[in-house]
């Protein structure tokens, strides 16, 4: 946040919400992944924040894609990436939306139950198809596994269900996880897979492609390193799947990718000061050492911050350059009139006038992408930065 651009934007009378990107920081990943994973090609989740620029500046580092959905596939395809680049990465497919990827031969897609197979069988019969396992989803602050994802149990059958429908099945898939706070669950998870790999070799299946789905942390809060989790899973790749296999290595990341290149700075529009039961305070009362304060800010959980509810995200309230004063007992609130719109219930913040703006750094992971226009408050704009020398 220490870039001008802020100040310039502050300097517009402008009060709404807005984000601030650094695109520097979207390539320093993607260095960072490159010397950290090389086995691996990252295919971005646009799920976790499909930004037009942020998708544009993937594509152009030649990062493939994740979709989940037909509007995903299409703003892929829109900004010329080929269809091999794109991994449609959704078990449980609208047969409209499959029918669309057909047409645009986007062909690799997961899948992880029989009727799918059917599906697929209808609608897409020469796609190459990725069996997406149930793996251990316990080490990950959001679990997929109750709803994604073959028990290897059942691989055998699914398989020759495949093979019954002269199917192509090109290789096996899991997600460990999103917000995954334990290397160990994708060594295990790769360890895995390669029984599945056994399975299908012995049905007579030419499996080559291992997709290690996401998880991978993207803010530098995060409980486990990247280096840590890029340590554990190429000492297992290397074990499981070593370079003389001729496995292709894919990946999902999505928030790796962008969680720290947005920061949000949101106006407080409107304030009230409360006593310590939360009754409000009557008249202008000098300052106290109890004095507590309840700030109204244009973005809530109804739009960014959704991820406090559903990313099970921490956020951190900052102001420009006031962290040396008196701060006091604060609660942070959304826009919208539901009472339920709480951002931070009990932060520190020195006492702030309306109009004055903070922001929220890490913002880019599961935030806008999710958000609504609940109440008629609209997504905030994105204004994009990239240092000199990045540049
Ligand atoms: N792939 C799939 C199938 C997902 O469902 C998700 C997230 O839910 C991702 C990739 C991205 O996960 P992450 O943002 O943790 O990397």
Same mark, same amino acid.
């Given at each position: 946040?220490?870039?001008?651009?802020?100040? @310039?934007?502050?300097?517009?009378?402008?009060?709404?919400?807005?984000?601030?990107?650094?695109?520097?920081?979207?390539?320093?990943? !993607?260095?960072?992944? =490159?010397? =950290?994973?090389?086995?691996?090609?990252?295919? @971005?989740?646009?799920?976790?924040?499909?930004?037009?620029?942020? =998708?544009?500046?993937?594509?152009?580092?030649?990062?493939?894609?994740?979709?989940?959905?037909?509007?995903?596939?299409?703003?892929?395809?829109?900004?010329?990436?080929?269809?091999?680049?794109?991994?449609?990465?959704?078990?449980?497919?609208?047969?409209?939306?499959?029918?669309?990827?057909?047409?645009?031969?986007?062909?690799?897609?997961?899948?992880? /139950?029989?009727?799918?197979?059917?599906?697929?069988?209808?609608?897409?019969?020469?796609?190459?198809?990725?069996?997406?396992?149930?793996?251990?989803?316990?080490?990950?602050?959001?679990?997929?596994?109750?709803?994604?994802?073959?028990?290897?149990?059942?691989?055998?059958?699914?398989?020759?269900?495949?093979?019954? =429908?002269?199917?192509?099945?090109?290789?096996?898939?899991?997600?460990?996880?999103?917000?995954?706070?334990?290397?160990?669950?994708?060594?295990?998870?790769?360890?895995?897979?390669?029984?599945?790999?056994?399975?299908?070799?012995?049905?007579?299946?030419?499996?080559?492609?291992?997709?290690?789905?996401?998880?991978?942390?993207?803010?530098?809060?995060?409980?486990?390193?990247?280096? &840590?989790?890029?340590?554990?899973?190429?000492?297992?790749?290397?074990? !499981?799947?070593?370079?003389?296999?001729?496995?292709?290595?894919?990946?999902?990341?999505?928030?790796? @990718?962008?969680?720290?290149?947005? /920061?949000?700075?949101?106006?407080?529009?409107?304030?009230?000061?409360?006593?310590?039961?939360?009754?409000?305070?009557?008249?202008?009362?000098?300052?106290?050492? /109890?004095?507590?304060?309840? @700030?109204?800010?244009?973005?809530?959980?109804?739009?960014?911050? /959704?991820?406090?509810?559903?990313? !099970?995200?921490?956020?951190?309230?900052?102001?420009?350059?006031?962290?040396?004063?008196?701060?006091?007992?604060?609660?942070?609130?959304?826009?919208?009139?539901?009472?339920?719109?709480?951002?931070?219930?009990?932060?520190?913040?020195?006492?702030?006038?309306?109009?004055?703006?903070?922001?929220?750094?890490?913002?880019?992971?599961?935030?806008?992408?999710?958000?609504?226009?609940?109440?008629?408050?609209?997504?905030?704009?994105?204004?994009?930065?990239?240092? &000199?020398?990045?540049?």
């Amino acid at each position: 946040m220490s870039n001008p651009t802020i100040y @310039y934007q502050l300097s517009k009378d402008k009060d709404d919400p807005f984000y601030i990107v650094n695109v520097g920081n979207i390539l320093k990943k !993607h260095k960072t992944w =490159l010397s =950290l994973l090389p086995r691996v090609e990252p295919f @971005y989740a646009v799920k976790c924040n499909d930004d037009r620029n942020v =998708l544009a500046t993937l594509s152009a580092l030649g990062i493939g894609f994740d979709c989940a959905s037909m509007a995903e596939i299409k703003a892929v395809l829109k900004l010329g990436v080929p269809p091999s680049k794109i991994v449609y990465a959704n078990p449980c497919k609208q047969a409209s939306h499959l029918k669309f990827a057909a047409k645009r031969e986007v062909s690799m897609m997961t899948f992880d /139950n029989e009727p799918e197979l059917h599906k697929v069988k209808q609608l897409h019969p020469t796609a190459k198809l990725i069996l997406r396992l149930l793996t251990d989803d316990s080490k990950s602050l959001c679990r997929l596994g109750q709803k994604y994802g073959a028990p290897l149990k059942t691989v055998p059958n699914l398989l020759q269900v495949a093979r019954n =429908l002269d199917l192509n099945v090109v290789g096996i898939s899991f997600h460990v996880g999103s917000g995954c706070y334990d290397a160990s669950a994708f060594s295990s998870a790769v360890e895995i897979a390669k029984t599945a790999f056994d399975y299908g070799k012995s049905m007579g299946f030419q499996f080559d492609i291992l997709d290690i789905g996401g998880g991978f942390p993207g803010s530098p809060r995060a409980t486990v390193s990247f280096e &840590e989790i890029s340590a554990t899973l190429n000492k297992a790749l290397n074990k !499981h799947f070593p370079v003389e296999s001729g496995v292709r290595i894919i990946a999902e990341p999505g928030r790796y @990718y962008v969680a720290s290149a947005f /920061n949000l700075a949101v106006n407080v529009i409107a304030k009230r000061q409360v006593n310590d039961d939360n009754t409000q305070a009557q008249g202008k009362q000098h300052a106290y050492r /109890n004095q507590k304060y309840m @700030y109204y800010v244009n973005d809530g959980v109804y739009g960014s911050f /959704n991820c406090l509810l559903y990313d !099970h995200a921490i956020v951190y309230p900052k102001t420009l350059g006031r962290d040396n004063e008196q701060q006091y007992s604060s609660s942070i609130w959304g826009p919208t009139c539901d009472g339920l719109d709480c951002v931070m219930k009990e932060c520190m913040l020195p006492e702030l006038d309306v109009g004055d703006w903070m922001y929220f750094e890490d913002m880019g992971a599961y935030t806008a992408a999710a958000a609504s226009n609940f109440n008629g408050f609209q997504k905030p704009l994105a204004y994009y930065v990239i240092e &000199e020398k990045v540049w």
